[in-house]
């Protein structure tokens, strides 16, 4: 299906958006106390600086600071209990939802209240597993401006999974102001500055019926947010993790270096068999040799010797992750030697640090690693210096507490 999809569209039920506009946090009270697991009212009130008064941009649009006239406005975060967000589904209002349909005439994108969508029992993400999915984030600044992080390596990526799994998908441009629009309805639930992030997640399946084994007639491309907490319970913390050698996570020629859904479903069954006898998660193999590293469930890994940072590389099997190329850069920028290579089980047992990467976790330690029942451990139960080194330099960029020199940032309202 050689088809394009639309821009950033419309948003139903949505009010005007400021031009050019900045924010100054001004207040900040809690309403009552964290009675309640999951939500809690929390009022955060903003002025809003304009350049002029009440204008109707599209969503998407960047923001800037205005020289003179000012506005105000309030508005309110959303009503959480910030300080205890863990990393799982907390529904927000809207999504953004646009369709490919089978005679090649594409309908705008726009943003719909969120809910459940209907999908037709042939349809082919449900049968032949014709999906992808993608993973960034937002997060708010002190002044009260929103900060993405790489949005256009997302897009790139998307692009490579959907030409392997023969779908259409949007350009980069249009994934780019799909994610902008998405945030900006959404911006009540991006968490206050130092409380968590914004987690974006766009999908593209196959929604058309199909029967038979062949691509979908109709496509859709999905994003939805929730604000997060930490992935992993321990936070920036040493996580434990055990060599799998009976279950692999992909092959050479297969689908692993790409986003698609099926997988993260064949990792279910050895994550879970991992946490049961207490281990944060799995450490994957080559499924040839089984003795090169390759990823954990969900990230990839680095192994630190004196100097030197290195990571398996890619070649098919491994998933291209947008937070591993930016500690590489970030590593290298801070002197460190970085080499993309095979990695041994001996060398990751004989290294002085290991610690993960990915959207979700960013950067996480690891504390041990068990291989034959034999258990390694790292950094004396604490968190590395290169892993803590890496970790600040990257979480502050991403914050927009740092400097960004390296231009990976897109500021919006």
């Known amino acids: 299906m050689g088809c394009a999809f639309a821009s950033a569209g419309v948003i139903h039920g949505g009010g005007a958006l400021l031009s050019r506009c900045h924010f100054d946090r001004i207040t900040a009270r809690r309403l009552s106390s ?3 697991p999951s939500f809690i009212p929390l009022k955060v009130q903003y002025a809003v600086r304009a350049s002029r008064s009440l204008l109707s941009v599209p969503y998407g649009i960047r923001c800037e600071a205005a020289p003179s006239t000012v506005s105000r406005q309030a508005f309110e975060l959303a009503d959480v209990c910030w300080d205890d967000i863990g990393f799982g589904i907390i529904p927000t209002d809207y999504m953004y939802v646009m369709r490919c349909p089978r005679d090649g005439e594409f309908s705008n994108g726009t943003l719909e209240p969120y809910g459940n969508i209907e ?5 082919g993400v449900l049968n032949y597993g014709q999906g992808l999915f993608e993973g960034l984030k937002a997060y708010r600044k002190e002044d009260g401006s929103i900060l ?13 999974g ?11 441009e249009q994934f780019v102001d799909a994610v902008k629009a998405t945030v900006l309805a959404n911006k009540r639930w991006v968490p206050p500055p130092g409380k968590g992030s914004l987690y974006i997640r766009p999908l593209l399946m196959g929604t058309g019926a199909v029967l038979g084994l062949a691509p979908a007639p109709e496509y859709t491309f999905l994003i939805y947010v929730s604000p997060v907490g930490n992935y992993f319970k321990e936070g920036l913390a040493p996580i434990n993790l055990v060599i799998q050698n009976d279950y692999h996570r992909a092959t050479p020629g297969g689908t692993g270096g790409i986003k698609t859904i099926g997988n993260y479903a064949s990792v279910l069954k050895a994550q879970s068999e991992a946490k049961e006898k207490g281990y944060s998660d799995v450490l994957y193999l080559d499924s040839v040799h089984k003795k090169y590293l390759e990823e954990v469930s969900s990230c990839n890994v680095f192994v630190v010797k004196d100097n030197t940072i290195s990571t398996p590389a890619i070649r098919g099997t491994i998933l291209p992750g947008i937070t591993r190329k930016s500690i590489i850069d970030v590593a290298v920028s801070l002197g460190f030697q970085v080499e993309e290579r095979l990695i041994s089980v001996e060398e990751v047992l004989d290294a002085d640090e290991v610690f993960c990467t990915g959207t979700a976790v960013v950067v996480s330690p690891v504390g041990s690693i068990t291989y034959h029942g034999k258990r390694v451990s790292y950094g004396g139960g604490g968190v590395g210096a290169v892993s803590q080194q890496l970790y600040s330099v990257l979480t502050r960029l991403q914050m927009g507490i740092a400097e960004d020199k390296m231009g990976w940032t897109l500021q919006l309202c």
């Open 119 to 123: 999908l037709s029992p042939s349809s």
């Open 162 to 172: 959907a030409e392997r799994l023969c779908m259409p998908a949007p350009t980069i």
């Open 148 to 160: 993405l992080f790489r949005p256009e390596e997302n897009g790139v990526r998307m692009r490579m």
């Open 34 to 36: 964290c009675s309640s």
